[in-house]
Each structure stands twice: as C-alpha cells, then as structure tokens.
C-alpha cells in the first residue's frame, strides 16, 4: 500500500459521503471488528481499520452503484489499486465480481454482515449491550431466520469458510471486536 491516509483523513473523507447516523455507526463497527482481527493476524491494524471504516463509501449516496462507485471515489482520493480491491471484495456476488483474497478482504466480507447481526441481537437484550452478549446467543439468532431476516446467513457461514474458521469463532472474535468499541457504538448498556 502506497499513501495510506491518518483515520482522521479517514474519518474526514467518510463524513463528505455519509450523513447518517446509523450508517456511521456501522462503518464504525465494521472498523473496530477489522482492527481486533487485524490484531489477530497480526497485520497492519490502522491499514485494516482503515479499509472498514470505508468500506461503504459510495453505500448512501450511490446505492444502485455500491462497490462499483467506491473504486472511482478512492481513486480520485488518491487510494492505490490493492486498497481499493480490499475495499471493493467485500460485495463479492452481489454488487462486486472482485473476489476476497487477502485475510482482510476475508475478514471485511464476512464482518460486514455478521456486525449487523451481532448488534440486533445485542440491542434485543435486557442489558441493550454486547459486553454480556455470548457466542451462543448470537448462534440462536442465526440459526432463526424471521431475526434480522435482512442478514444474508448463507453469505456469513461462506465468509467463516473463506478464513478456515469455525462459524462460532467468527462470531466470538467480532462479539469481542464489538466489545472495545462498544461505548462508541452505542451497546456498552448501562454503567459496568
């Protein structure tokens, strides 16, 4: 990678093209989840941070172009082509033809839907957080369709695939991704 911005050069491009909150949210998410398995790999954490803190770019104002008009838009952000394959992959079969390669276009792919799972199911809880959530639970509502019936479960198990892990690895490592972000995105629950 050859100019990689700070995550306030990050944050600043991020905040141009999304207004809301929700969506700010899980990008936010999505990059703390990317650090905690950058970690784990031990590769590059800001770099992979970084890659889900944009990730959905183009989402909010170009819906009908996601993962195609993010290449243009990191491009003329002056983002080289590996950063924005890493960016793009995560699409892959839906609204992208680049496949995930790297361990973080593995990780990013399958994340990205698996955080939106995790946080429903954390906001159903007494607690509305993600520090008393477990693995289990998070399997429960996986395995019951009509939850979060807009998560595409078949495209997670195919990312857990991709890495070589076990589903309920996936799902504890981006719980405890969550878990250190969890008073920025809104599911540290009451005072611990």
């Not at 703390?32 to 909010?60: C, P, S, T």
């Not at 950063?83 to 790297?102: K, M, N, Q, R």
């Not at 957080?129 to 395995?143: G, I």
């Amino acid at each position: 990678m050859n100019h990689l911005p700070t995550r306030e050069e990050a944050w600043n491009l991020l905040c141009s093209y999304i207004q809301s909150e929700s969506l700010r949210r899980h990008v936010l998410t999505v990059e703390g989840v990317m650090r905690h398995f950058a970690r784990k790999y031990q590769e590059d954490e800001n770099e992979w941070g970084i890659i889900g803190l944009l990730h959905d770019l183009d989402f909010e104002q170009y819906p009908e172009q996601h993962c195609t008009k993010v290449r243009e838009l990191l491009r003329d952000n002056g983002f080289d082509e590996e950063f924005i394959h890493a960016v793009a992959s995560h699409g892959y079969g839906l609204c992208s033809d680049l496949e995930p390669v790297t361990n973080a276009e593995k990780v990013l792919y399958t994340i990205d839907e698996l955080t939106g799972l995790i946080y429903a199911a954390a906001i159903m809880r007494p607690s509305k957080s993600v520090m008393d959530l477990e693995t289990k639970s998070v399997k429960k509502k996986f395995k019951s369709p009509a939850f979060a019936a807009n998560v595409d479960r078949e495209l997670i198990q195919n990312g857990a695939d991709r890495l070589g892990l076990p589903l309920d690895e996936v799902i504890e490592e981006t719980i405890l991704g969550m878990r250190e972000i969890a008073d920025q995105i809104g599911l540290a629950g009451e005072a611990q």
